[in-house]
Nanobody, 126 residues
Framework: QVQLVESGGGLVQTGGSLRLSCVAS????????MAWFRQSPGKEREFVGA????????YYSDSVKGRFTVSRDNAEKTTYLQMAELKPEDTAVYYC???????????????????WGPGTPVTVSS
């Protein structure tokens, strides 16, 4: 069983930056696709970005492309989500997720990920 724990959420003003971290209870992140999702009240969980288990290529949703960056430190078992130019609509609980079986066609689907963290809240004030 893989356990994930996010940190780094908080309150930030519009246009500000924030970095989220996700630590996994594994020896290494090699072999895992690591992703970030978010969920706002009354909305479905939404894909934000991911770093694939193959080649560590990154993918992003259109809503955050160019503003958010996913990175990983495999040895430190940590995944990061660097968020810049934050907007009020980025307000949500952010979740880290991991998958050993993800394929590119389902990288943005929550069902592709077997392991989830409890989430960390991000609030962007206007």
């Amino acid at each position: 069983q893989v356990q994930l724990v996010e940190s780094g959420g908080g309150l930030v003003q519009t246009g500000g930056s924030l970095r989220l971290s996700c630590v996994a209870s594994v020896r290494t992140l090699y072999g895992y696709t690591m992703a970030w999702f978010r969920q706002s009240p009354g909305k479905e969980r939404e894909f934000v970005g991911a770093s694939r288990r193959v080649g560590f290529h990154t993918y992003y949703s259109d809503s955050v492309k160019g503003r958010f960056t996913v990175s990983r430190d495999n040895a430190e078992k940590t995944t990061y989500l660097q968020m810049a130019e934050l907007k009020p609509e980025d307000t949500a609980v952010y979740y880290c997720a991991a998958s050993q079986t993800e394929v590119l066609s389902n990288i943005a689907a929550a069902r592709a990920y077997a392991y989830w963290g409890p989430g960390t809240p991000v609030t962007v004030s206007s």
